[in-house]
């Protein structure tokens, strides 16, 4: 296969290269594509570990596709190739269930009934919640349509627009929620779907959370039987069926060049592949540290990507019950637990960031304090086994380096506070914890390259002038195609990829 030219190569195999390869080939059937990852399985985060003895099965990552009820883009596009009917979803009834202290909030997954059900637990700011929900409704929605106001498929109301840009473009999550409400545990609530694009409130843009909200709530949720590794085998199956070819276990080493400024294809210790056009799937900042050369003049590029910043990593505590965890308290397929005082979190974690993130302010800040992401997935799909998932975003800073003992014990003291945090919520769960495991930041950066561990690409914040760092890219040829570009969350991944595979012409 050295040296042969492939209309396209694609460097990793993340579900936004997989979606953009198998809308692609669906589009040109004839194109010849060539997809190359360094891992045994396709999906890079869209994908599946096991642990046999115990007949369990992990998802990387995926506990709700957004935009899969009617209207939403998701399911539009999967309709679209075909593969709703191949995929077994499955439609939870909550959003999620919050919990503080004891108590517990179901929040329905339905935009209407969260608005009433926050309503009747918090009468006391009724108004502005209907003033938010308002804005879901109308600015949320605007972003979530972006890529079909780009094709015309989708008309905005101008007005609409310039007064969300003039008056919420600037703001973070955490000023507009604040000037909104009063109700310390109400603005934590609401900032919560913030973590499904890997930011707290300080973090996120309030225009872009807008959508966040619209997408996972108002255009719908579901999961998929067979976890996201059945998603991703299956866009691969399309490429595959079409001709194109898939390379595991293979490290791109070099996207190689022409002395002309054109990209010729990729190296790698199998050989050389020749292609006019490759889509680059890795974070952008690995790509320009490590897959060119240094004769290729990246230096504009590079001083706009600075000012892209990682979205928050994750800790995860993957868990293996001995009895269904809905029997032991965990009865709703998602739960946010949160701290008691959750206001002092956020300025715990930008006193952290201040002082240079030493280890127990952050550890403090990081998973003592900050809203913990439980998935209780024996309810989603039982046949991966008694499975329950912590997740919660920190912080690849305050990790010392792999197969160190502090790495260790770090690790166990982020099991055990995590596990506590649990287990106080859910007393029920003592005693029948058969299996634990712990994926840091840094397993994040070893199993994907993905820089600083991040699982949603870039953070999107208020200032977005980083997000044009592929604008103008010096080598001819040369597309980027991942959560850094697309946003987080498969269903931009999707969105992305179909706006892509649309402007594709071979060379
Ligand atoms: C814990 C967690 C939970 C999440 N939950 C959800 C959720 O419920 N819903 C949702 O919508 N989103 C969720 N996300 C976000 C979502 O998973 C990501 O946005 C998405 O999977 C990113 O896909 P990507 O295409 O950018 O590629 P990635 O998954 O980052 O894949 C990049 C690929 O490139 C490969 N690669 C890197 N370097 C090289 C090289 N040199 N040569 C060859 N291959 C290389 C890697 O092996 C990898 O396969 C979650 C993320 C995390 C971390």
Known sequence: M?????????VGAGITSLACAAMLVKRDPWARVLMIDKHIVVGGYASTFSRPRQSAV??????????????????????????????????PDDYFCAYQEGTALPLANDAELVEQQLIERFPHQAAPLRTFFAQVGTYGRNGYYQFQMLDGS?????????????????????EALHEMFDDPYLIEILAAPG?????????????????????????????????SQRLSDLLASRVEQAGGQILLSTLVEEVTTDKLGRVTGVRTRAGEYLAPQVFINTSPHYALEHLFKSD??????????????PARSTTTIYLITDVAPEQLGLCHSESMLFAANPAAASSLRIEAERSGYPPALCEQAFWAMSPIEVTN?????????????????????????????????????ASELLIDRLQAQFPGLRGHILHTEVATPHTYVRFTNNTAGSGYGAMVGTDLKGHVFHHGFPVQGVQFLSAWVAGPSYEAAFGYAEMKARQWRRA
């Open 377 to 413: 997935y024996h309810l989603l799909a039982p046949e991966a086994g008694k499975v329950v998932c912590i997740n919660v975003l920190d912080s690849i800073e305050h990790w010392p380096a792999r197969r160190t003992a502090q790495y260790r014990k770090k690790k166990q003291r």
């Open 2 to 10: 050295t040296a042969t030219t492939w209309d396209a190569i694609f």
């Open 58 to 91: 992990f998802d990387c990552s995926l506990h709700k596709l957004s935009g899969m009820a009617q209207g939403g883009n998701l399911i539009r596009i999967l309709r679209d190739l075909g593969l709703d009917k191949e995929l077994d979803l499955v439609y």
């Open 195 to 227: 973590i499904y694009v890997g930011g707290y409130p300080e973090d996120l843009g309030y225009l872009y959370y807008l959508h966040v909200v619209y997408a996972t709530l108002n255009r719908g949720n579901a999961y998929v039987k067979g976890a």
């Open 154 to 174: 989708f008309e905005p109301d101008m007005a609409e627009l310039r007064w969300a840009h003039r008056n919420l473009k600037h703001k973070t999550v955490h």
């Open 296 to 309: 290729v003049d990246l230096s504009e590029s590079r001083e706009k990507l600075a000012a892209l910043k």
